[in-house]
């Protein structure tokens, strides 16, 4: 799981960032509101944990800037201050919880955990796309009657396209959800699996297609036959 921090004191990022890969997370940090902004509407992460009082743009204007762009990514609002206004302010804005300034790790990461656990309450056994069903169970890809089964990465990459519905996904954001951050693997990967996508809904006979957005990225789309 990736979460993404944005704390301006340096200290206290990277003291973060340690805690959460302590309890194995793939963890960032980020500096200032307006990275914050942009690494969050990225897609390319689970949680945030967000600073109020940042450089660029203040915790808030972060949460409220990425609800009206659609994001549900969970956000945790770290604030210095404890009054009940600020606490309203930051739920107000679209944050999901917060905790004051200072805190202990356990605190963080109990915090962290019930917000992901939250955002999987809606148990969801399969995606589906125009005529495509993926089964998240046995990893089958479906359509009509005929059906095939996905390979672990196959099955990766075609969830996440199915979960952006008909959004663009880029390369990067592929790599990042399904490889992971470090990973050894590069933009031809997700090439390659993506190929291999093509093939089996050609396989099922569906009429979805991976359209390729040059420079951009992907996307499904539904074709007539
Ligand atoms: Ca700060």
């Known amino acids: 799981m990736n979460i993404l921090v944005v704390e ?6 990277d003291a973060i960032v340690r805690i959460l890969e302590g309890a194995s997370y793939n963890a960032e940090a980020v500096y200032d509101g307006t990275s914050g902004l942009r690494s969050a509407l990225s897609g390319a992460y689970d949680a945030v ?3 109020v009082m940042l450089p660029g743009m203040s915790g808030y204007d972060v949460v409220h800037k990425m609800r009206r762009e659609g994001s549900a990514t969970p956000v945790l609002l770290l604030t210095a201050r404890s009054s009940t206004a600020d606490k309203v302010e930051g739920l107000d804005s679209g944050a999901d919880d917060y ?3 200072p805190f202990e790790a356990a605190e963080l990461l109990a915090r962290l955990r019930a917000l992901t656990r939250r955002r999987g309450d809606v148990v969801l056994d399969e995606l589906t796309f125009g005529d495509i069903r993926l089964d998240l169970e046995t990893h089958d890809l479906s359509c009509g ?3 095939v089964h996905l390979s672990g990465k196959e ?3 075609m969830s996440v396209l199915m979960s952006s519905s008909a959004r663009v996904v880029s390369k990067q954001d592929l790599l990042l959800k399904v490889w992971g951050a470090d990973a050894e693997a590069s933009e031809n ?3 390659a699996y993506v190929s291999f996508l093509r093939k089996k809904l050609a396989h099922v006979g569906s009429a979805v297609q991976i359209t390729t957005l040059r420079m951009l990225g992907y996307r499904l789309e539904t074709f007539e036959r």
């Not at 301006?8 to 990022?13: G, Q, T, V």
């Open 8 to 13: 301006d004191e340096r200290n206290l990022a």
């Open 49 to 51: 944990v967000l600073d």
């Open 99 to 101: 905790m004051t300034k």
């Open 145 to 147: 009657e005929s059906s």
């Open 155 to 157: 099955f990766e990459v």
């Open 189 to 191: 990967s997700v090439e």
